[in-house]
């Protein structure tokens, strides 16, 4: 199958990878895929490290008619069956190109998100009648909100996570430990939370949190990794509460492989928008325990109590009992570890995903 991937990010996450994930995939099954990105972004450069097949395209907002008109060349020229979008300019450039040629490739769009659809004409003129199929990276739940909250017709959407490498993300000790690096004594439980630092994901509560939880228990060390737009408020908030030495803010790492497999056990706070974060997905592989939110199809995946816990969103206070509760208790730890394991490996590979993806593009293209 010939298949165009969009991105318009100029930001690297969960989402961005997992667009880079699905290519490699979907061209070792013998799919032709060549990634439109942004010149210049970052994920291109790491699309360019991967060997994978790139068309530089800028889709800037404000040369919207120009880039219709040069995206309808592209498809002419490499005459997709599927495109595949995922963020916004991507999608308005691939929705509005596509009905310039005929024959007219299928457009899907991938959301990775919970949050409500925007409540417009043009929103609703995209994602009801412009798309011929939306993949939301959750579970049934959030299909079903894109269908009875934003009136989404259910035979236009489906869902599933975005799956992940099981044998990458596997349980070992790291090449290079965080606690050496950082000094952190070898005895201390590490606590950490990784993601992009975006106001949603839920960071002051963690730090919050972790100010009660080191109130009361000693050996304890917390890690925030990760680069964006919520930096400047995160340290504030740590220096305001004297947490600078306990609280440590990492930045952007390449070697997360070696982070995960360093921590003791892993926090996502999310308060809203994530459906399944990437993160969380990574760190149950690993065989960490988990703390999260309620938010998005996180229920789906964590089972309450056996491969982690679950707090209602922006609750410092329980996220606080629960770090606590796995901090007493190292063979909870170790059992739920090996619990969130088990599910990832049974249900949530990116091989198991990678075969979801492929049903959806036959079941468009031959309908």
Avoid at 134 to 153: F, K, M, P, S, Y
Avoid at 204 to 225: D, P, S, T, W
Wanted: proline letters at 6%; charged letters at 25%.
């Amino acid at each position: 199958m010939n298949i165009l991937i969009a991105e318009s990010s100029r930001t690297v996450g969960g989402q961005e990878l997992a667009v880079l994930l699905h290519a490699e995939r979907l061209c070792k099954r013998g799919h032709r895929v060549r990634l439109v990105l942004e010149p210049h972004s970052p994920i291109m450069a790491m699309a360019k490290e991967r060997g994978l097949p790139i068309e530089p395209f800028v889709m800037q907002q404000w040369r919207l008619p120009w880039s219709v008109l040069a995206f309808r060349r592209l498809l002419k020229r490499e005459r997709p069956d599927i495109v595949h979008v995922n963020s916004s300019r991507d999608s308005w450039l691939a929705a509005l190109a596509t009905r310039l040629i005929d024959p007219r490739p299928k457009v899907i769009r991938t959301r990775h998100i919970s949050a409500p659809l925007t409540n417009n004409r043009a929103t609703h003129l995209l994602y009801r009648r412009l798309f011929d199929m939306v993949i939301v990276t959750g579970g049934e739940r959030n299909r079903q909100e894109l269908i009875q909250r934003d009136g989404l017709a259910p035979e236009r959407v489906t869902a599933f996570p975005i799956g992940l490498d099981v044998e990458y993300f596997s349980p070992a000790k790291p090449q290079h430990d965080i606690r050496c690096e950082l000094g952190i004594p070898s005895g201390h439980v590490l606590v950490g939370l990784i993601s992009y630092l975006r106001d949603y994901k839920g960071h002051r509560y963690f730090v919050e949190a972790a100010a009660k939880v080191l109130k009361q228990h000693q050996g304890v060390a917390f890690l925030i990794v990760g680069e964006g737009p919520e930096e400047p408020n995160i340290r504030a908030q740590i220096e305001r509460l004297g947490l600078a030495a306990d609280v440590r803010m990492l930045g952007f790492r390449e070697d997360l492989l070696d982070v995960f497999r360093s921590l003791d056990l892993f926090v996502i706070p999310t308060i809203e928008g994530d459906t399944i974060p990437q993160v969380l997905m990574q760190a149950l592989a690993i065989g960490l325990p988990v703390v999260s939110t309620t938010t998005g199809s996180i229920p789906d995946v964590v089972i309450e109590g056996e491969s982690g816990f679950m707090v209602p969103p922006r609750d410092a206070g329980a996220l606080a009992d629960r770090i606590g509760r796995l901090l007493i208790d190292p063979e909870l730890r170790a059992a739920m570890g090996r619990r969130g394991r088990h599910t990832v490996e049974r249900s949530y590979s990116i091989d198991h995903m990678v075969d979801e993806l492929e049903h959806v593009y036959r079941r468009v293209t031959t309908s």
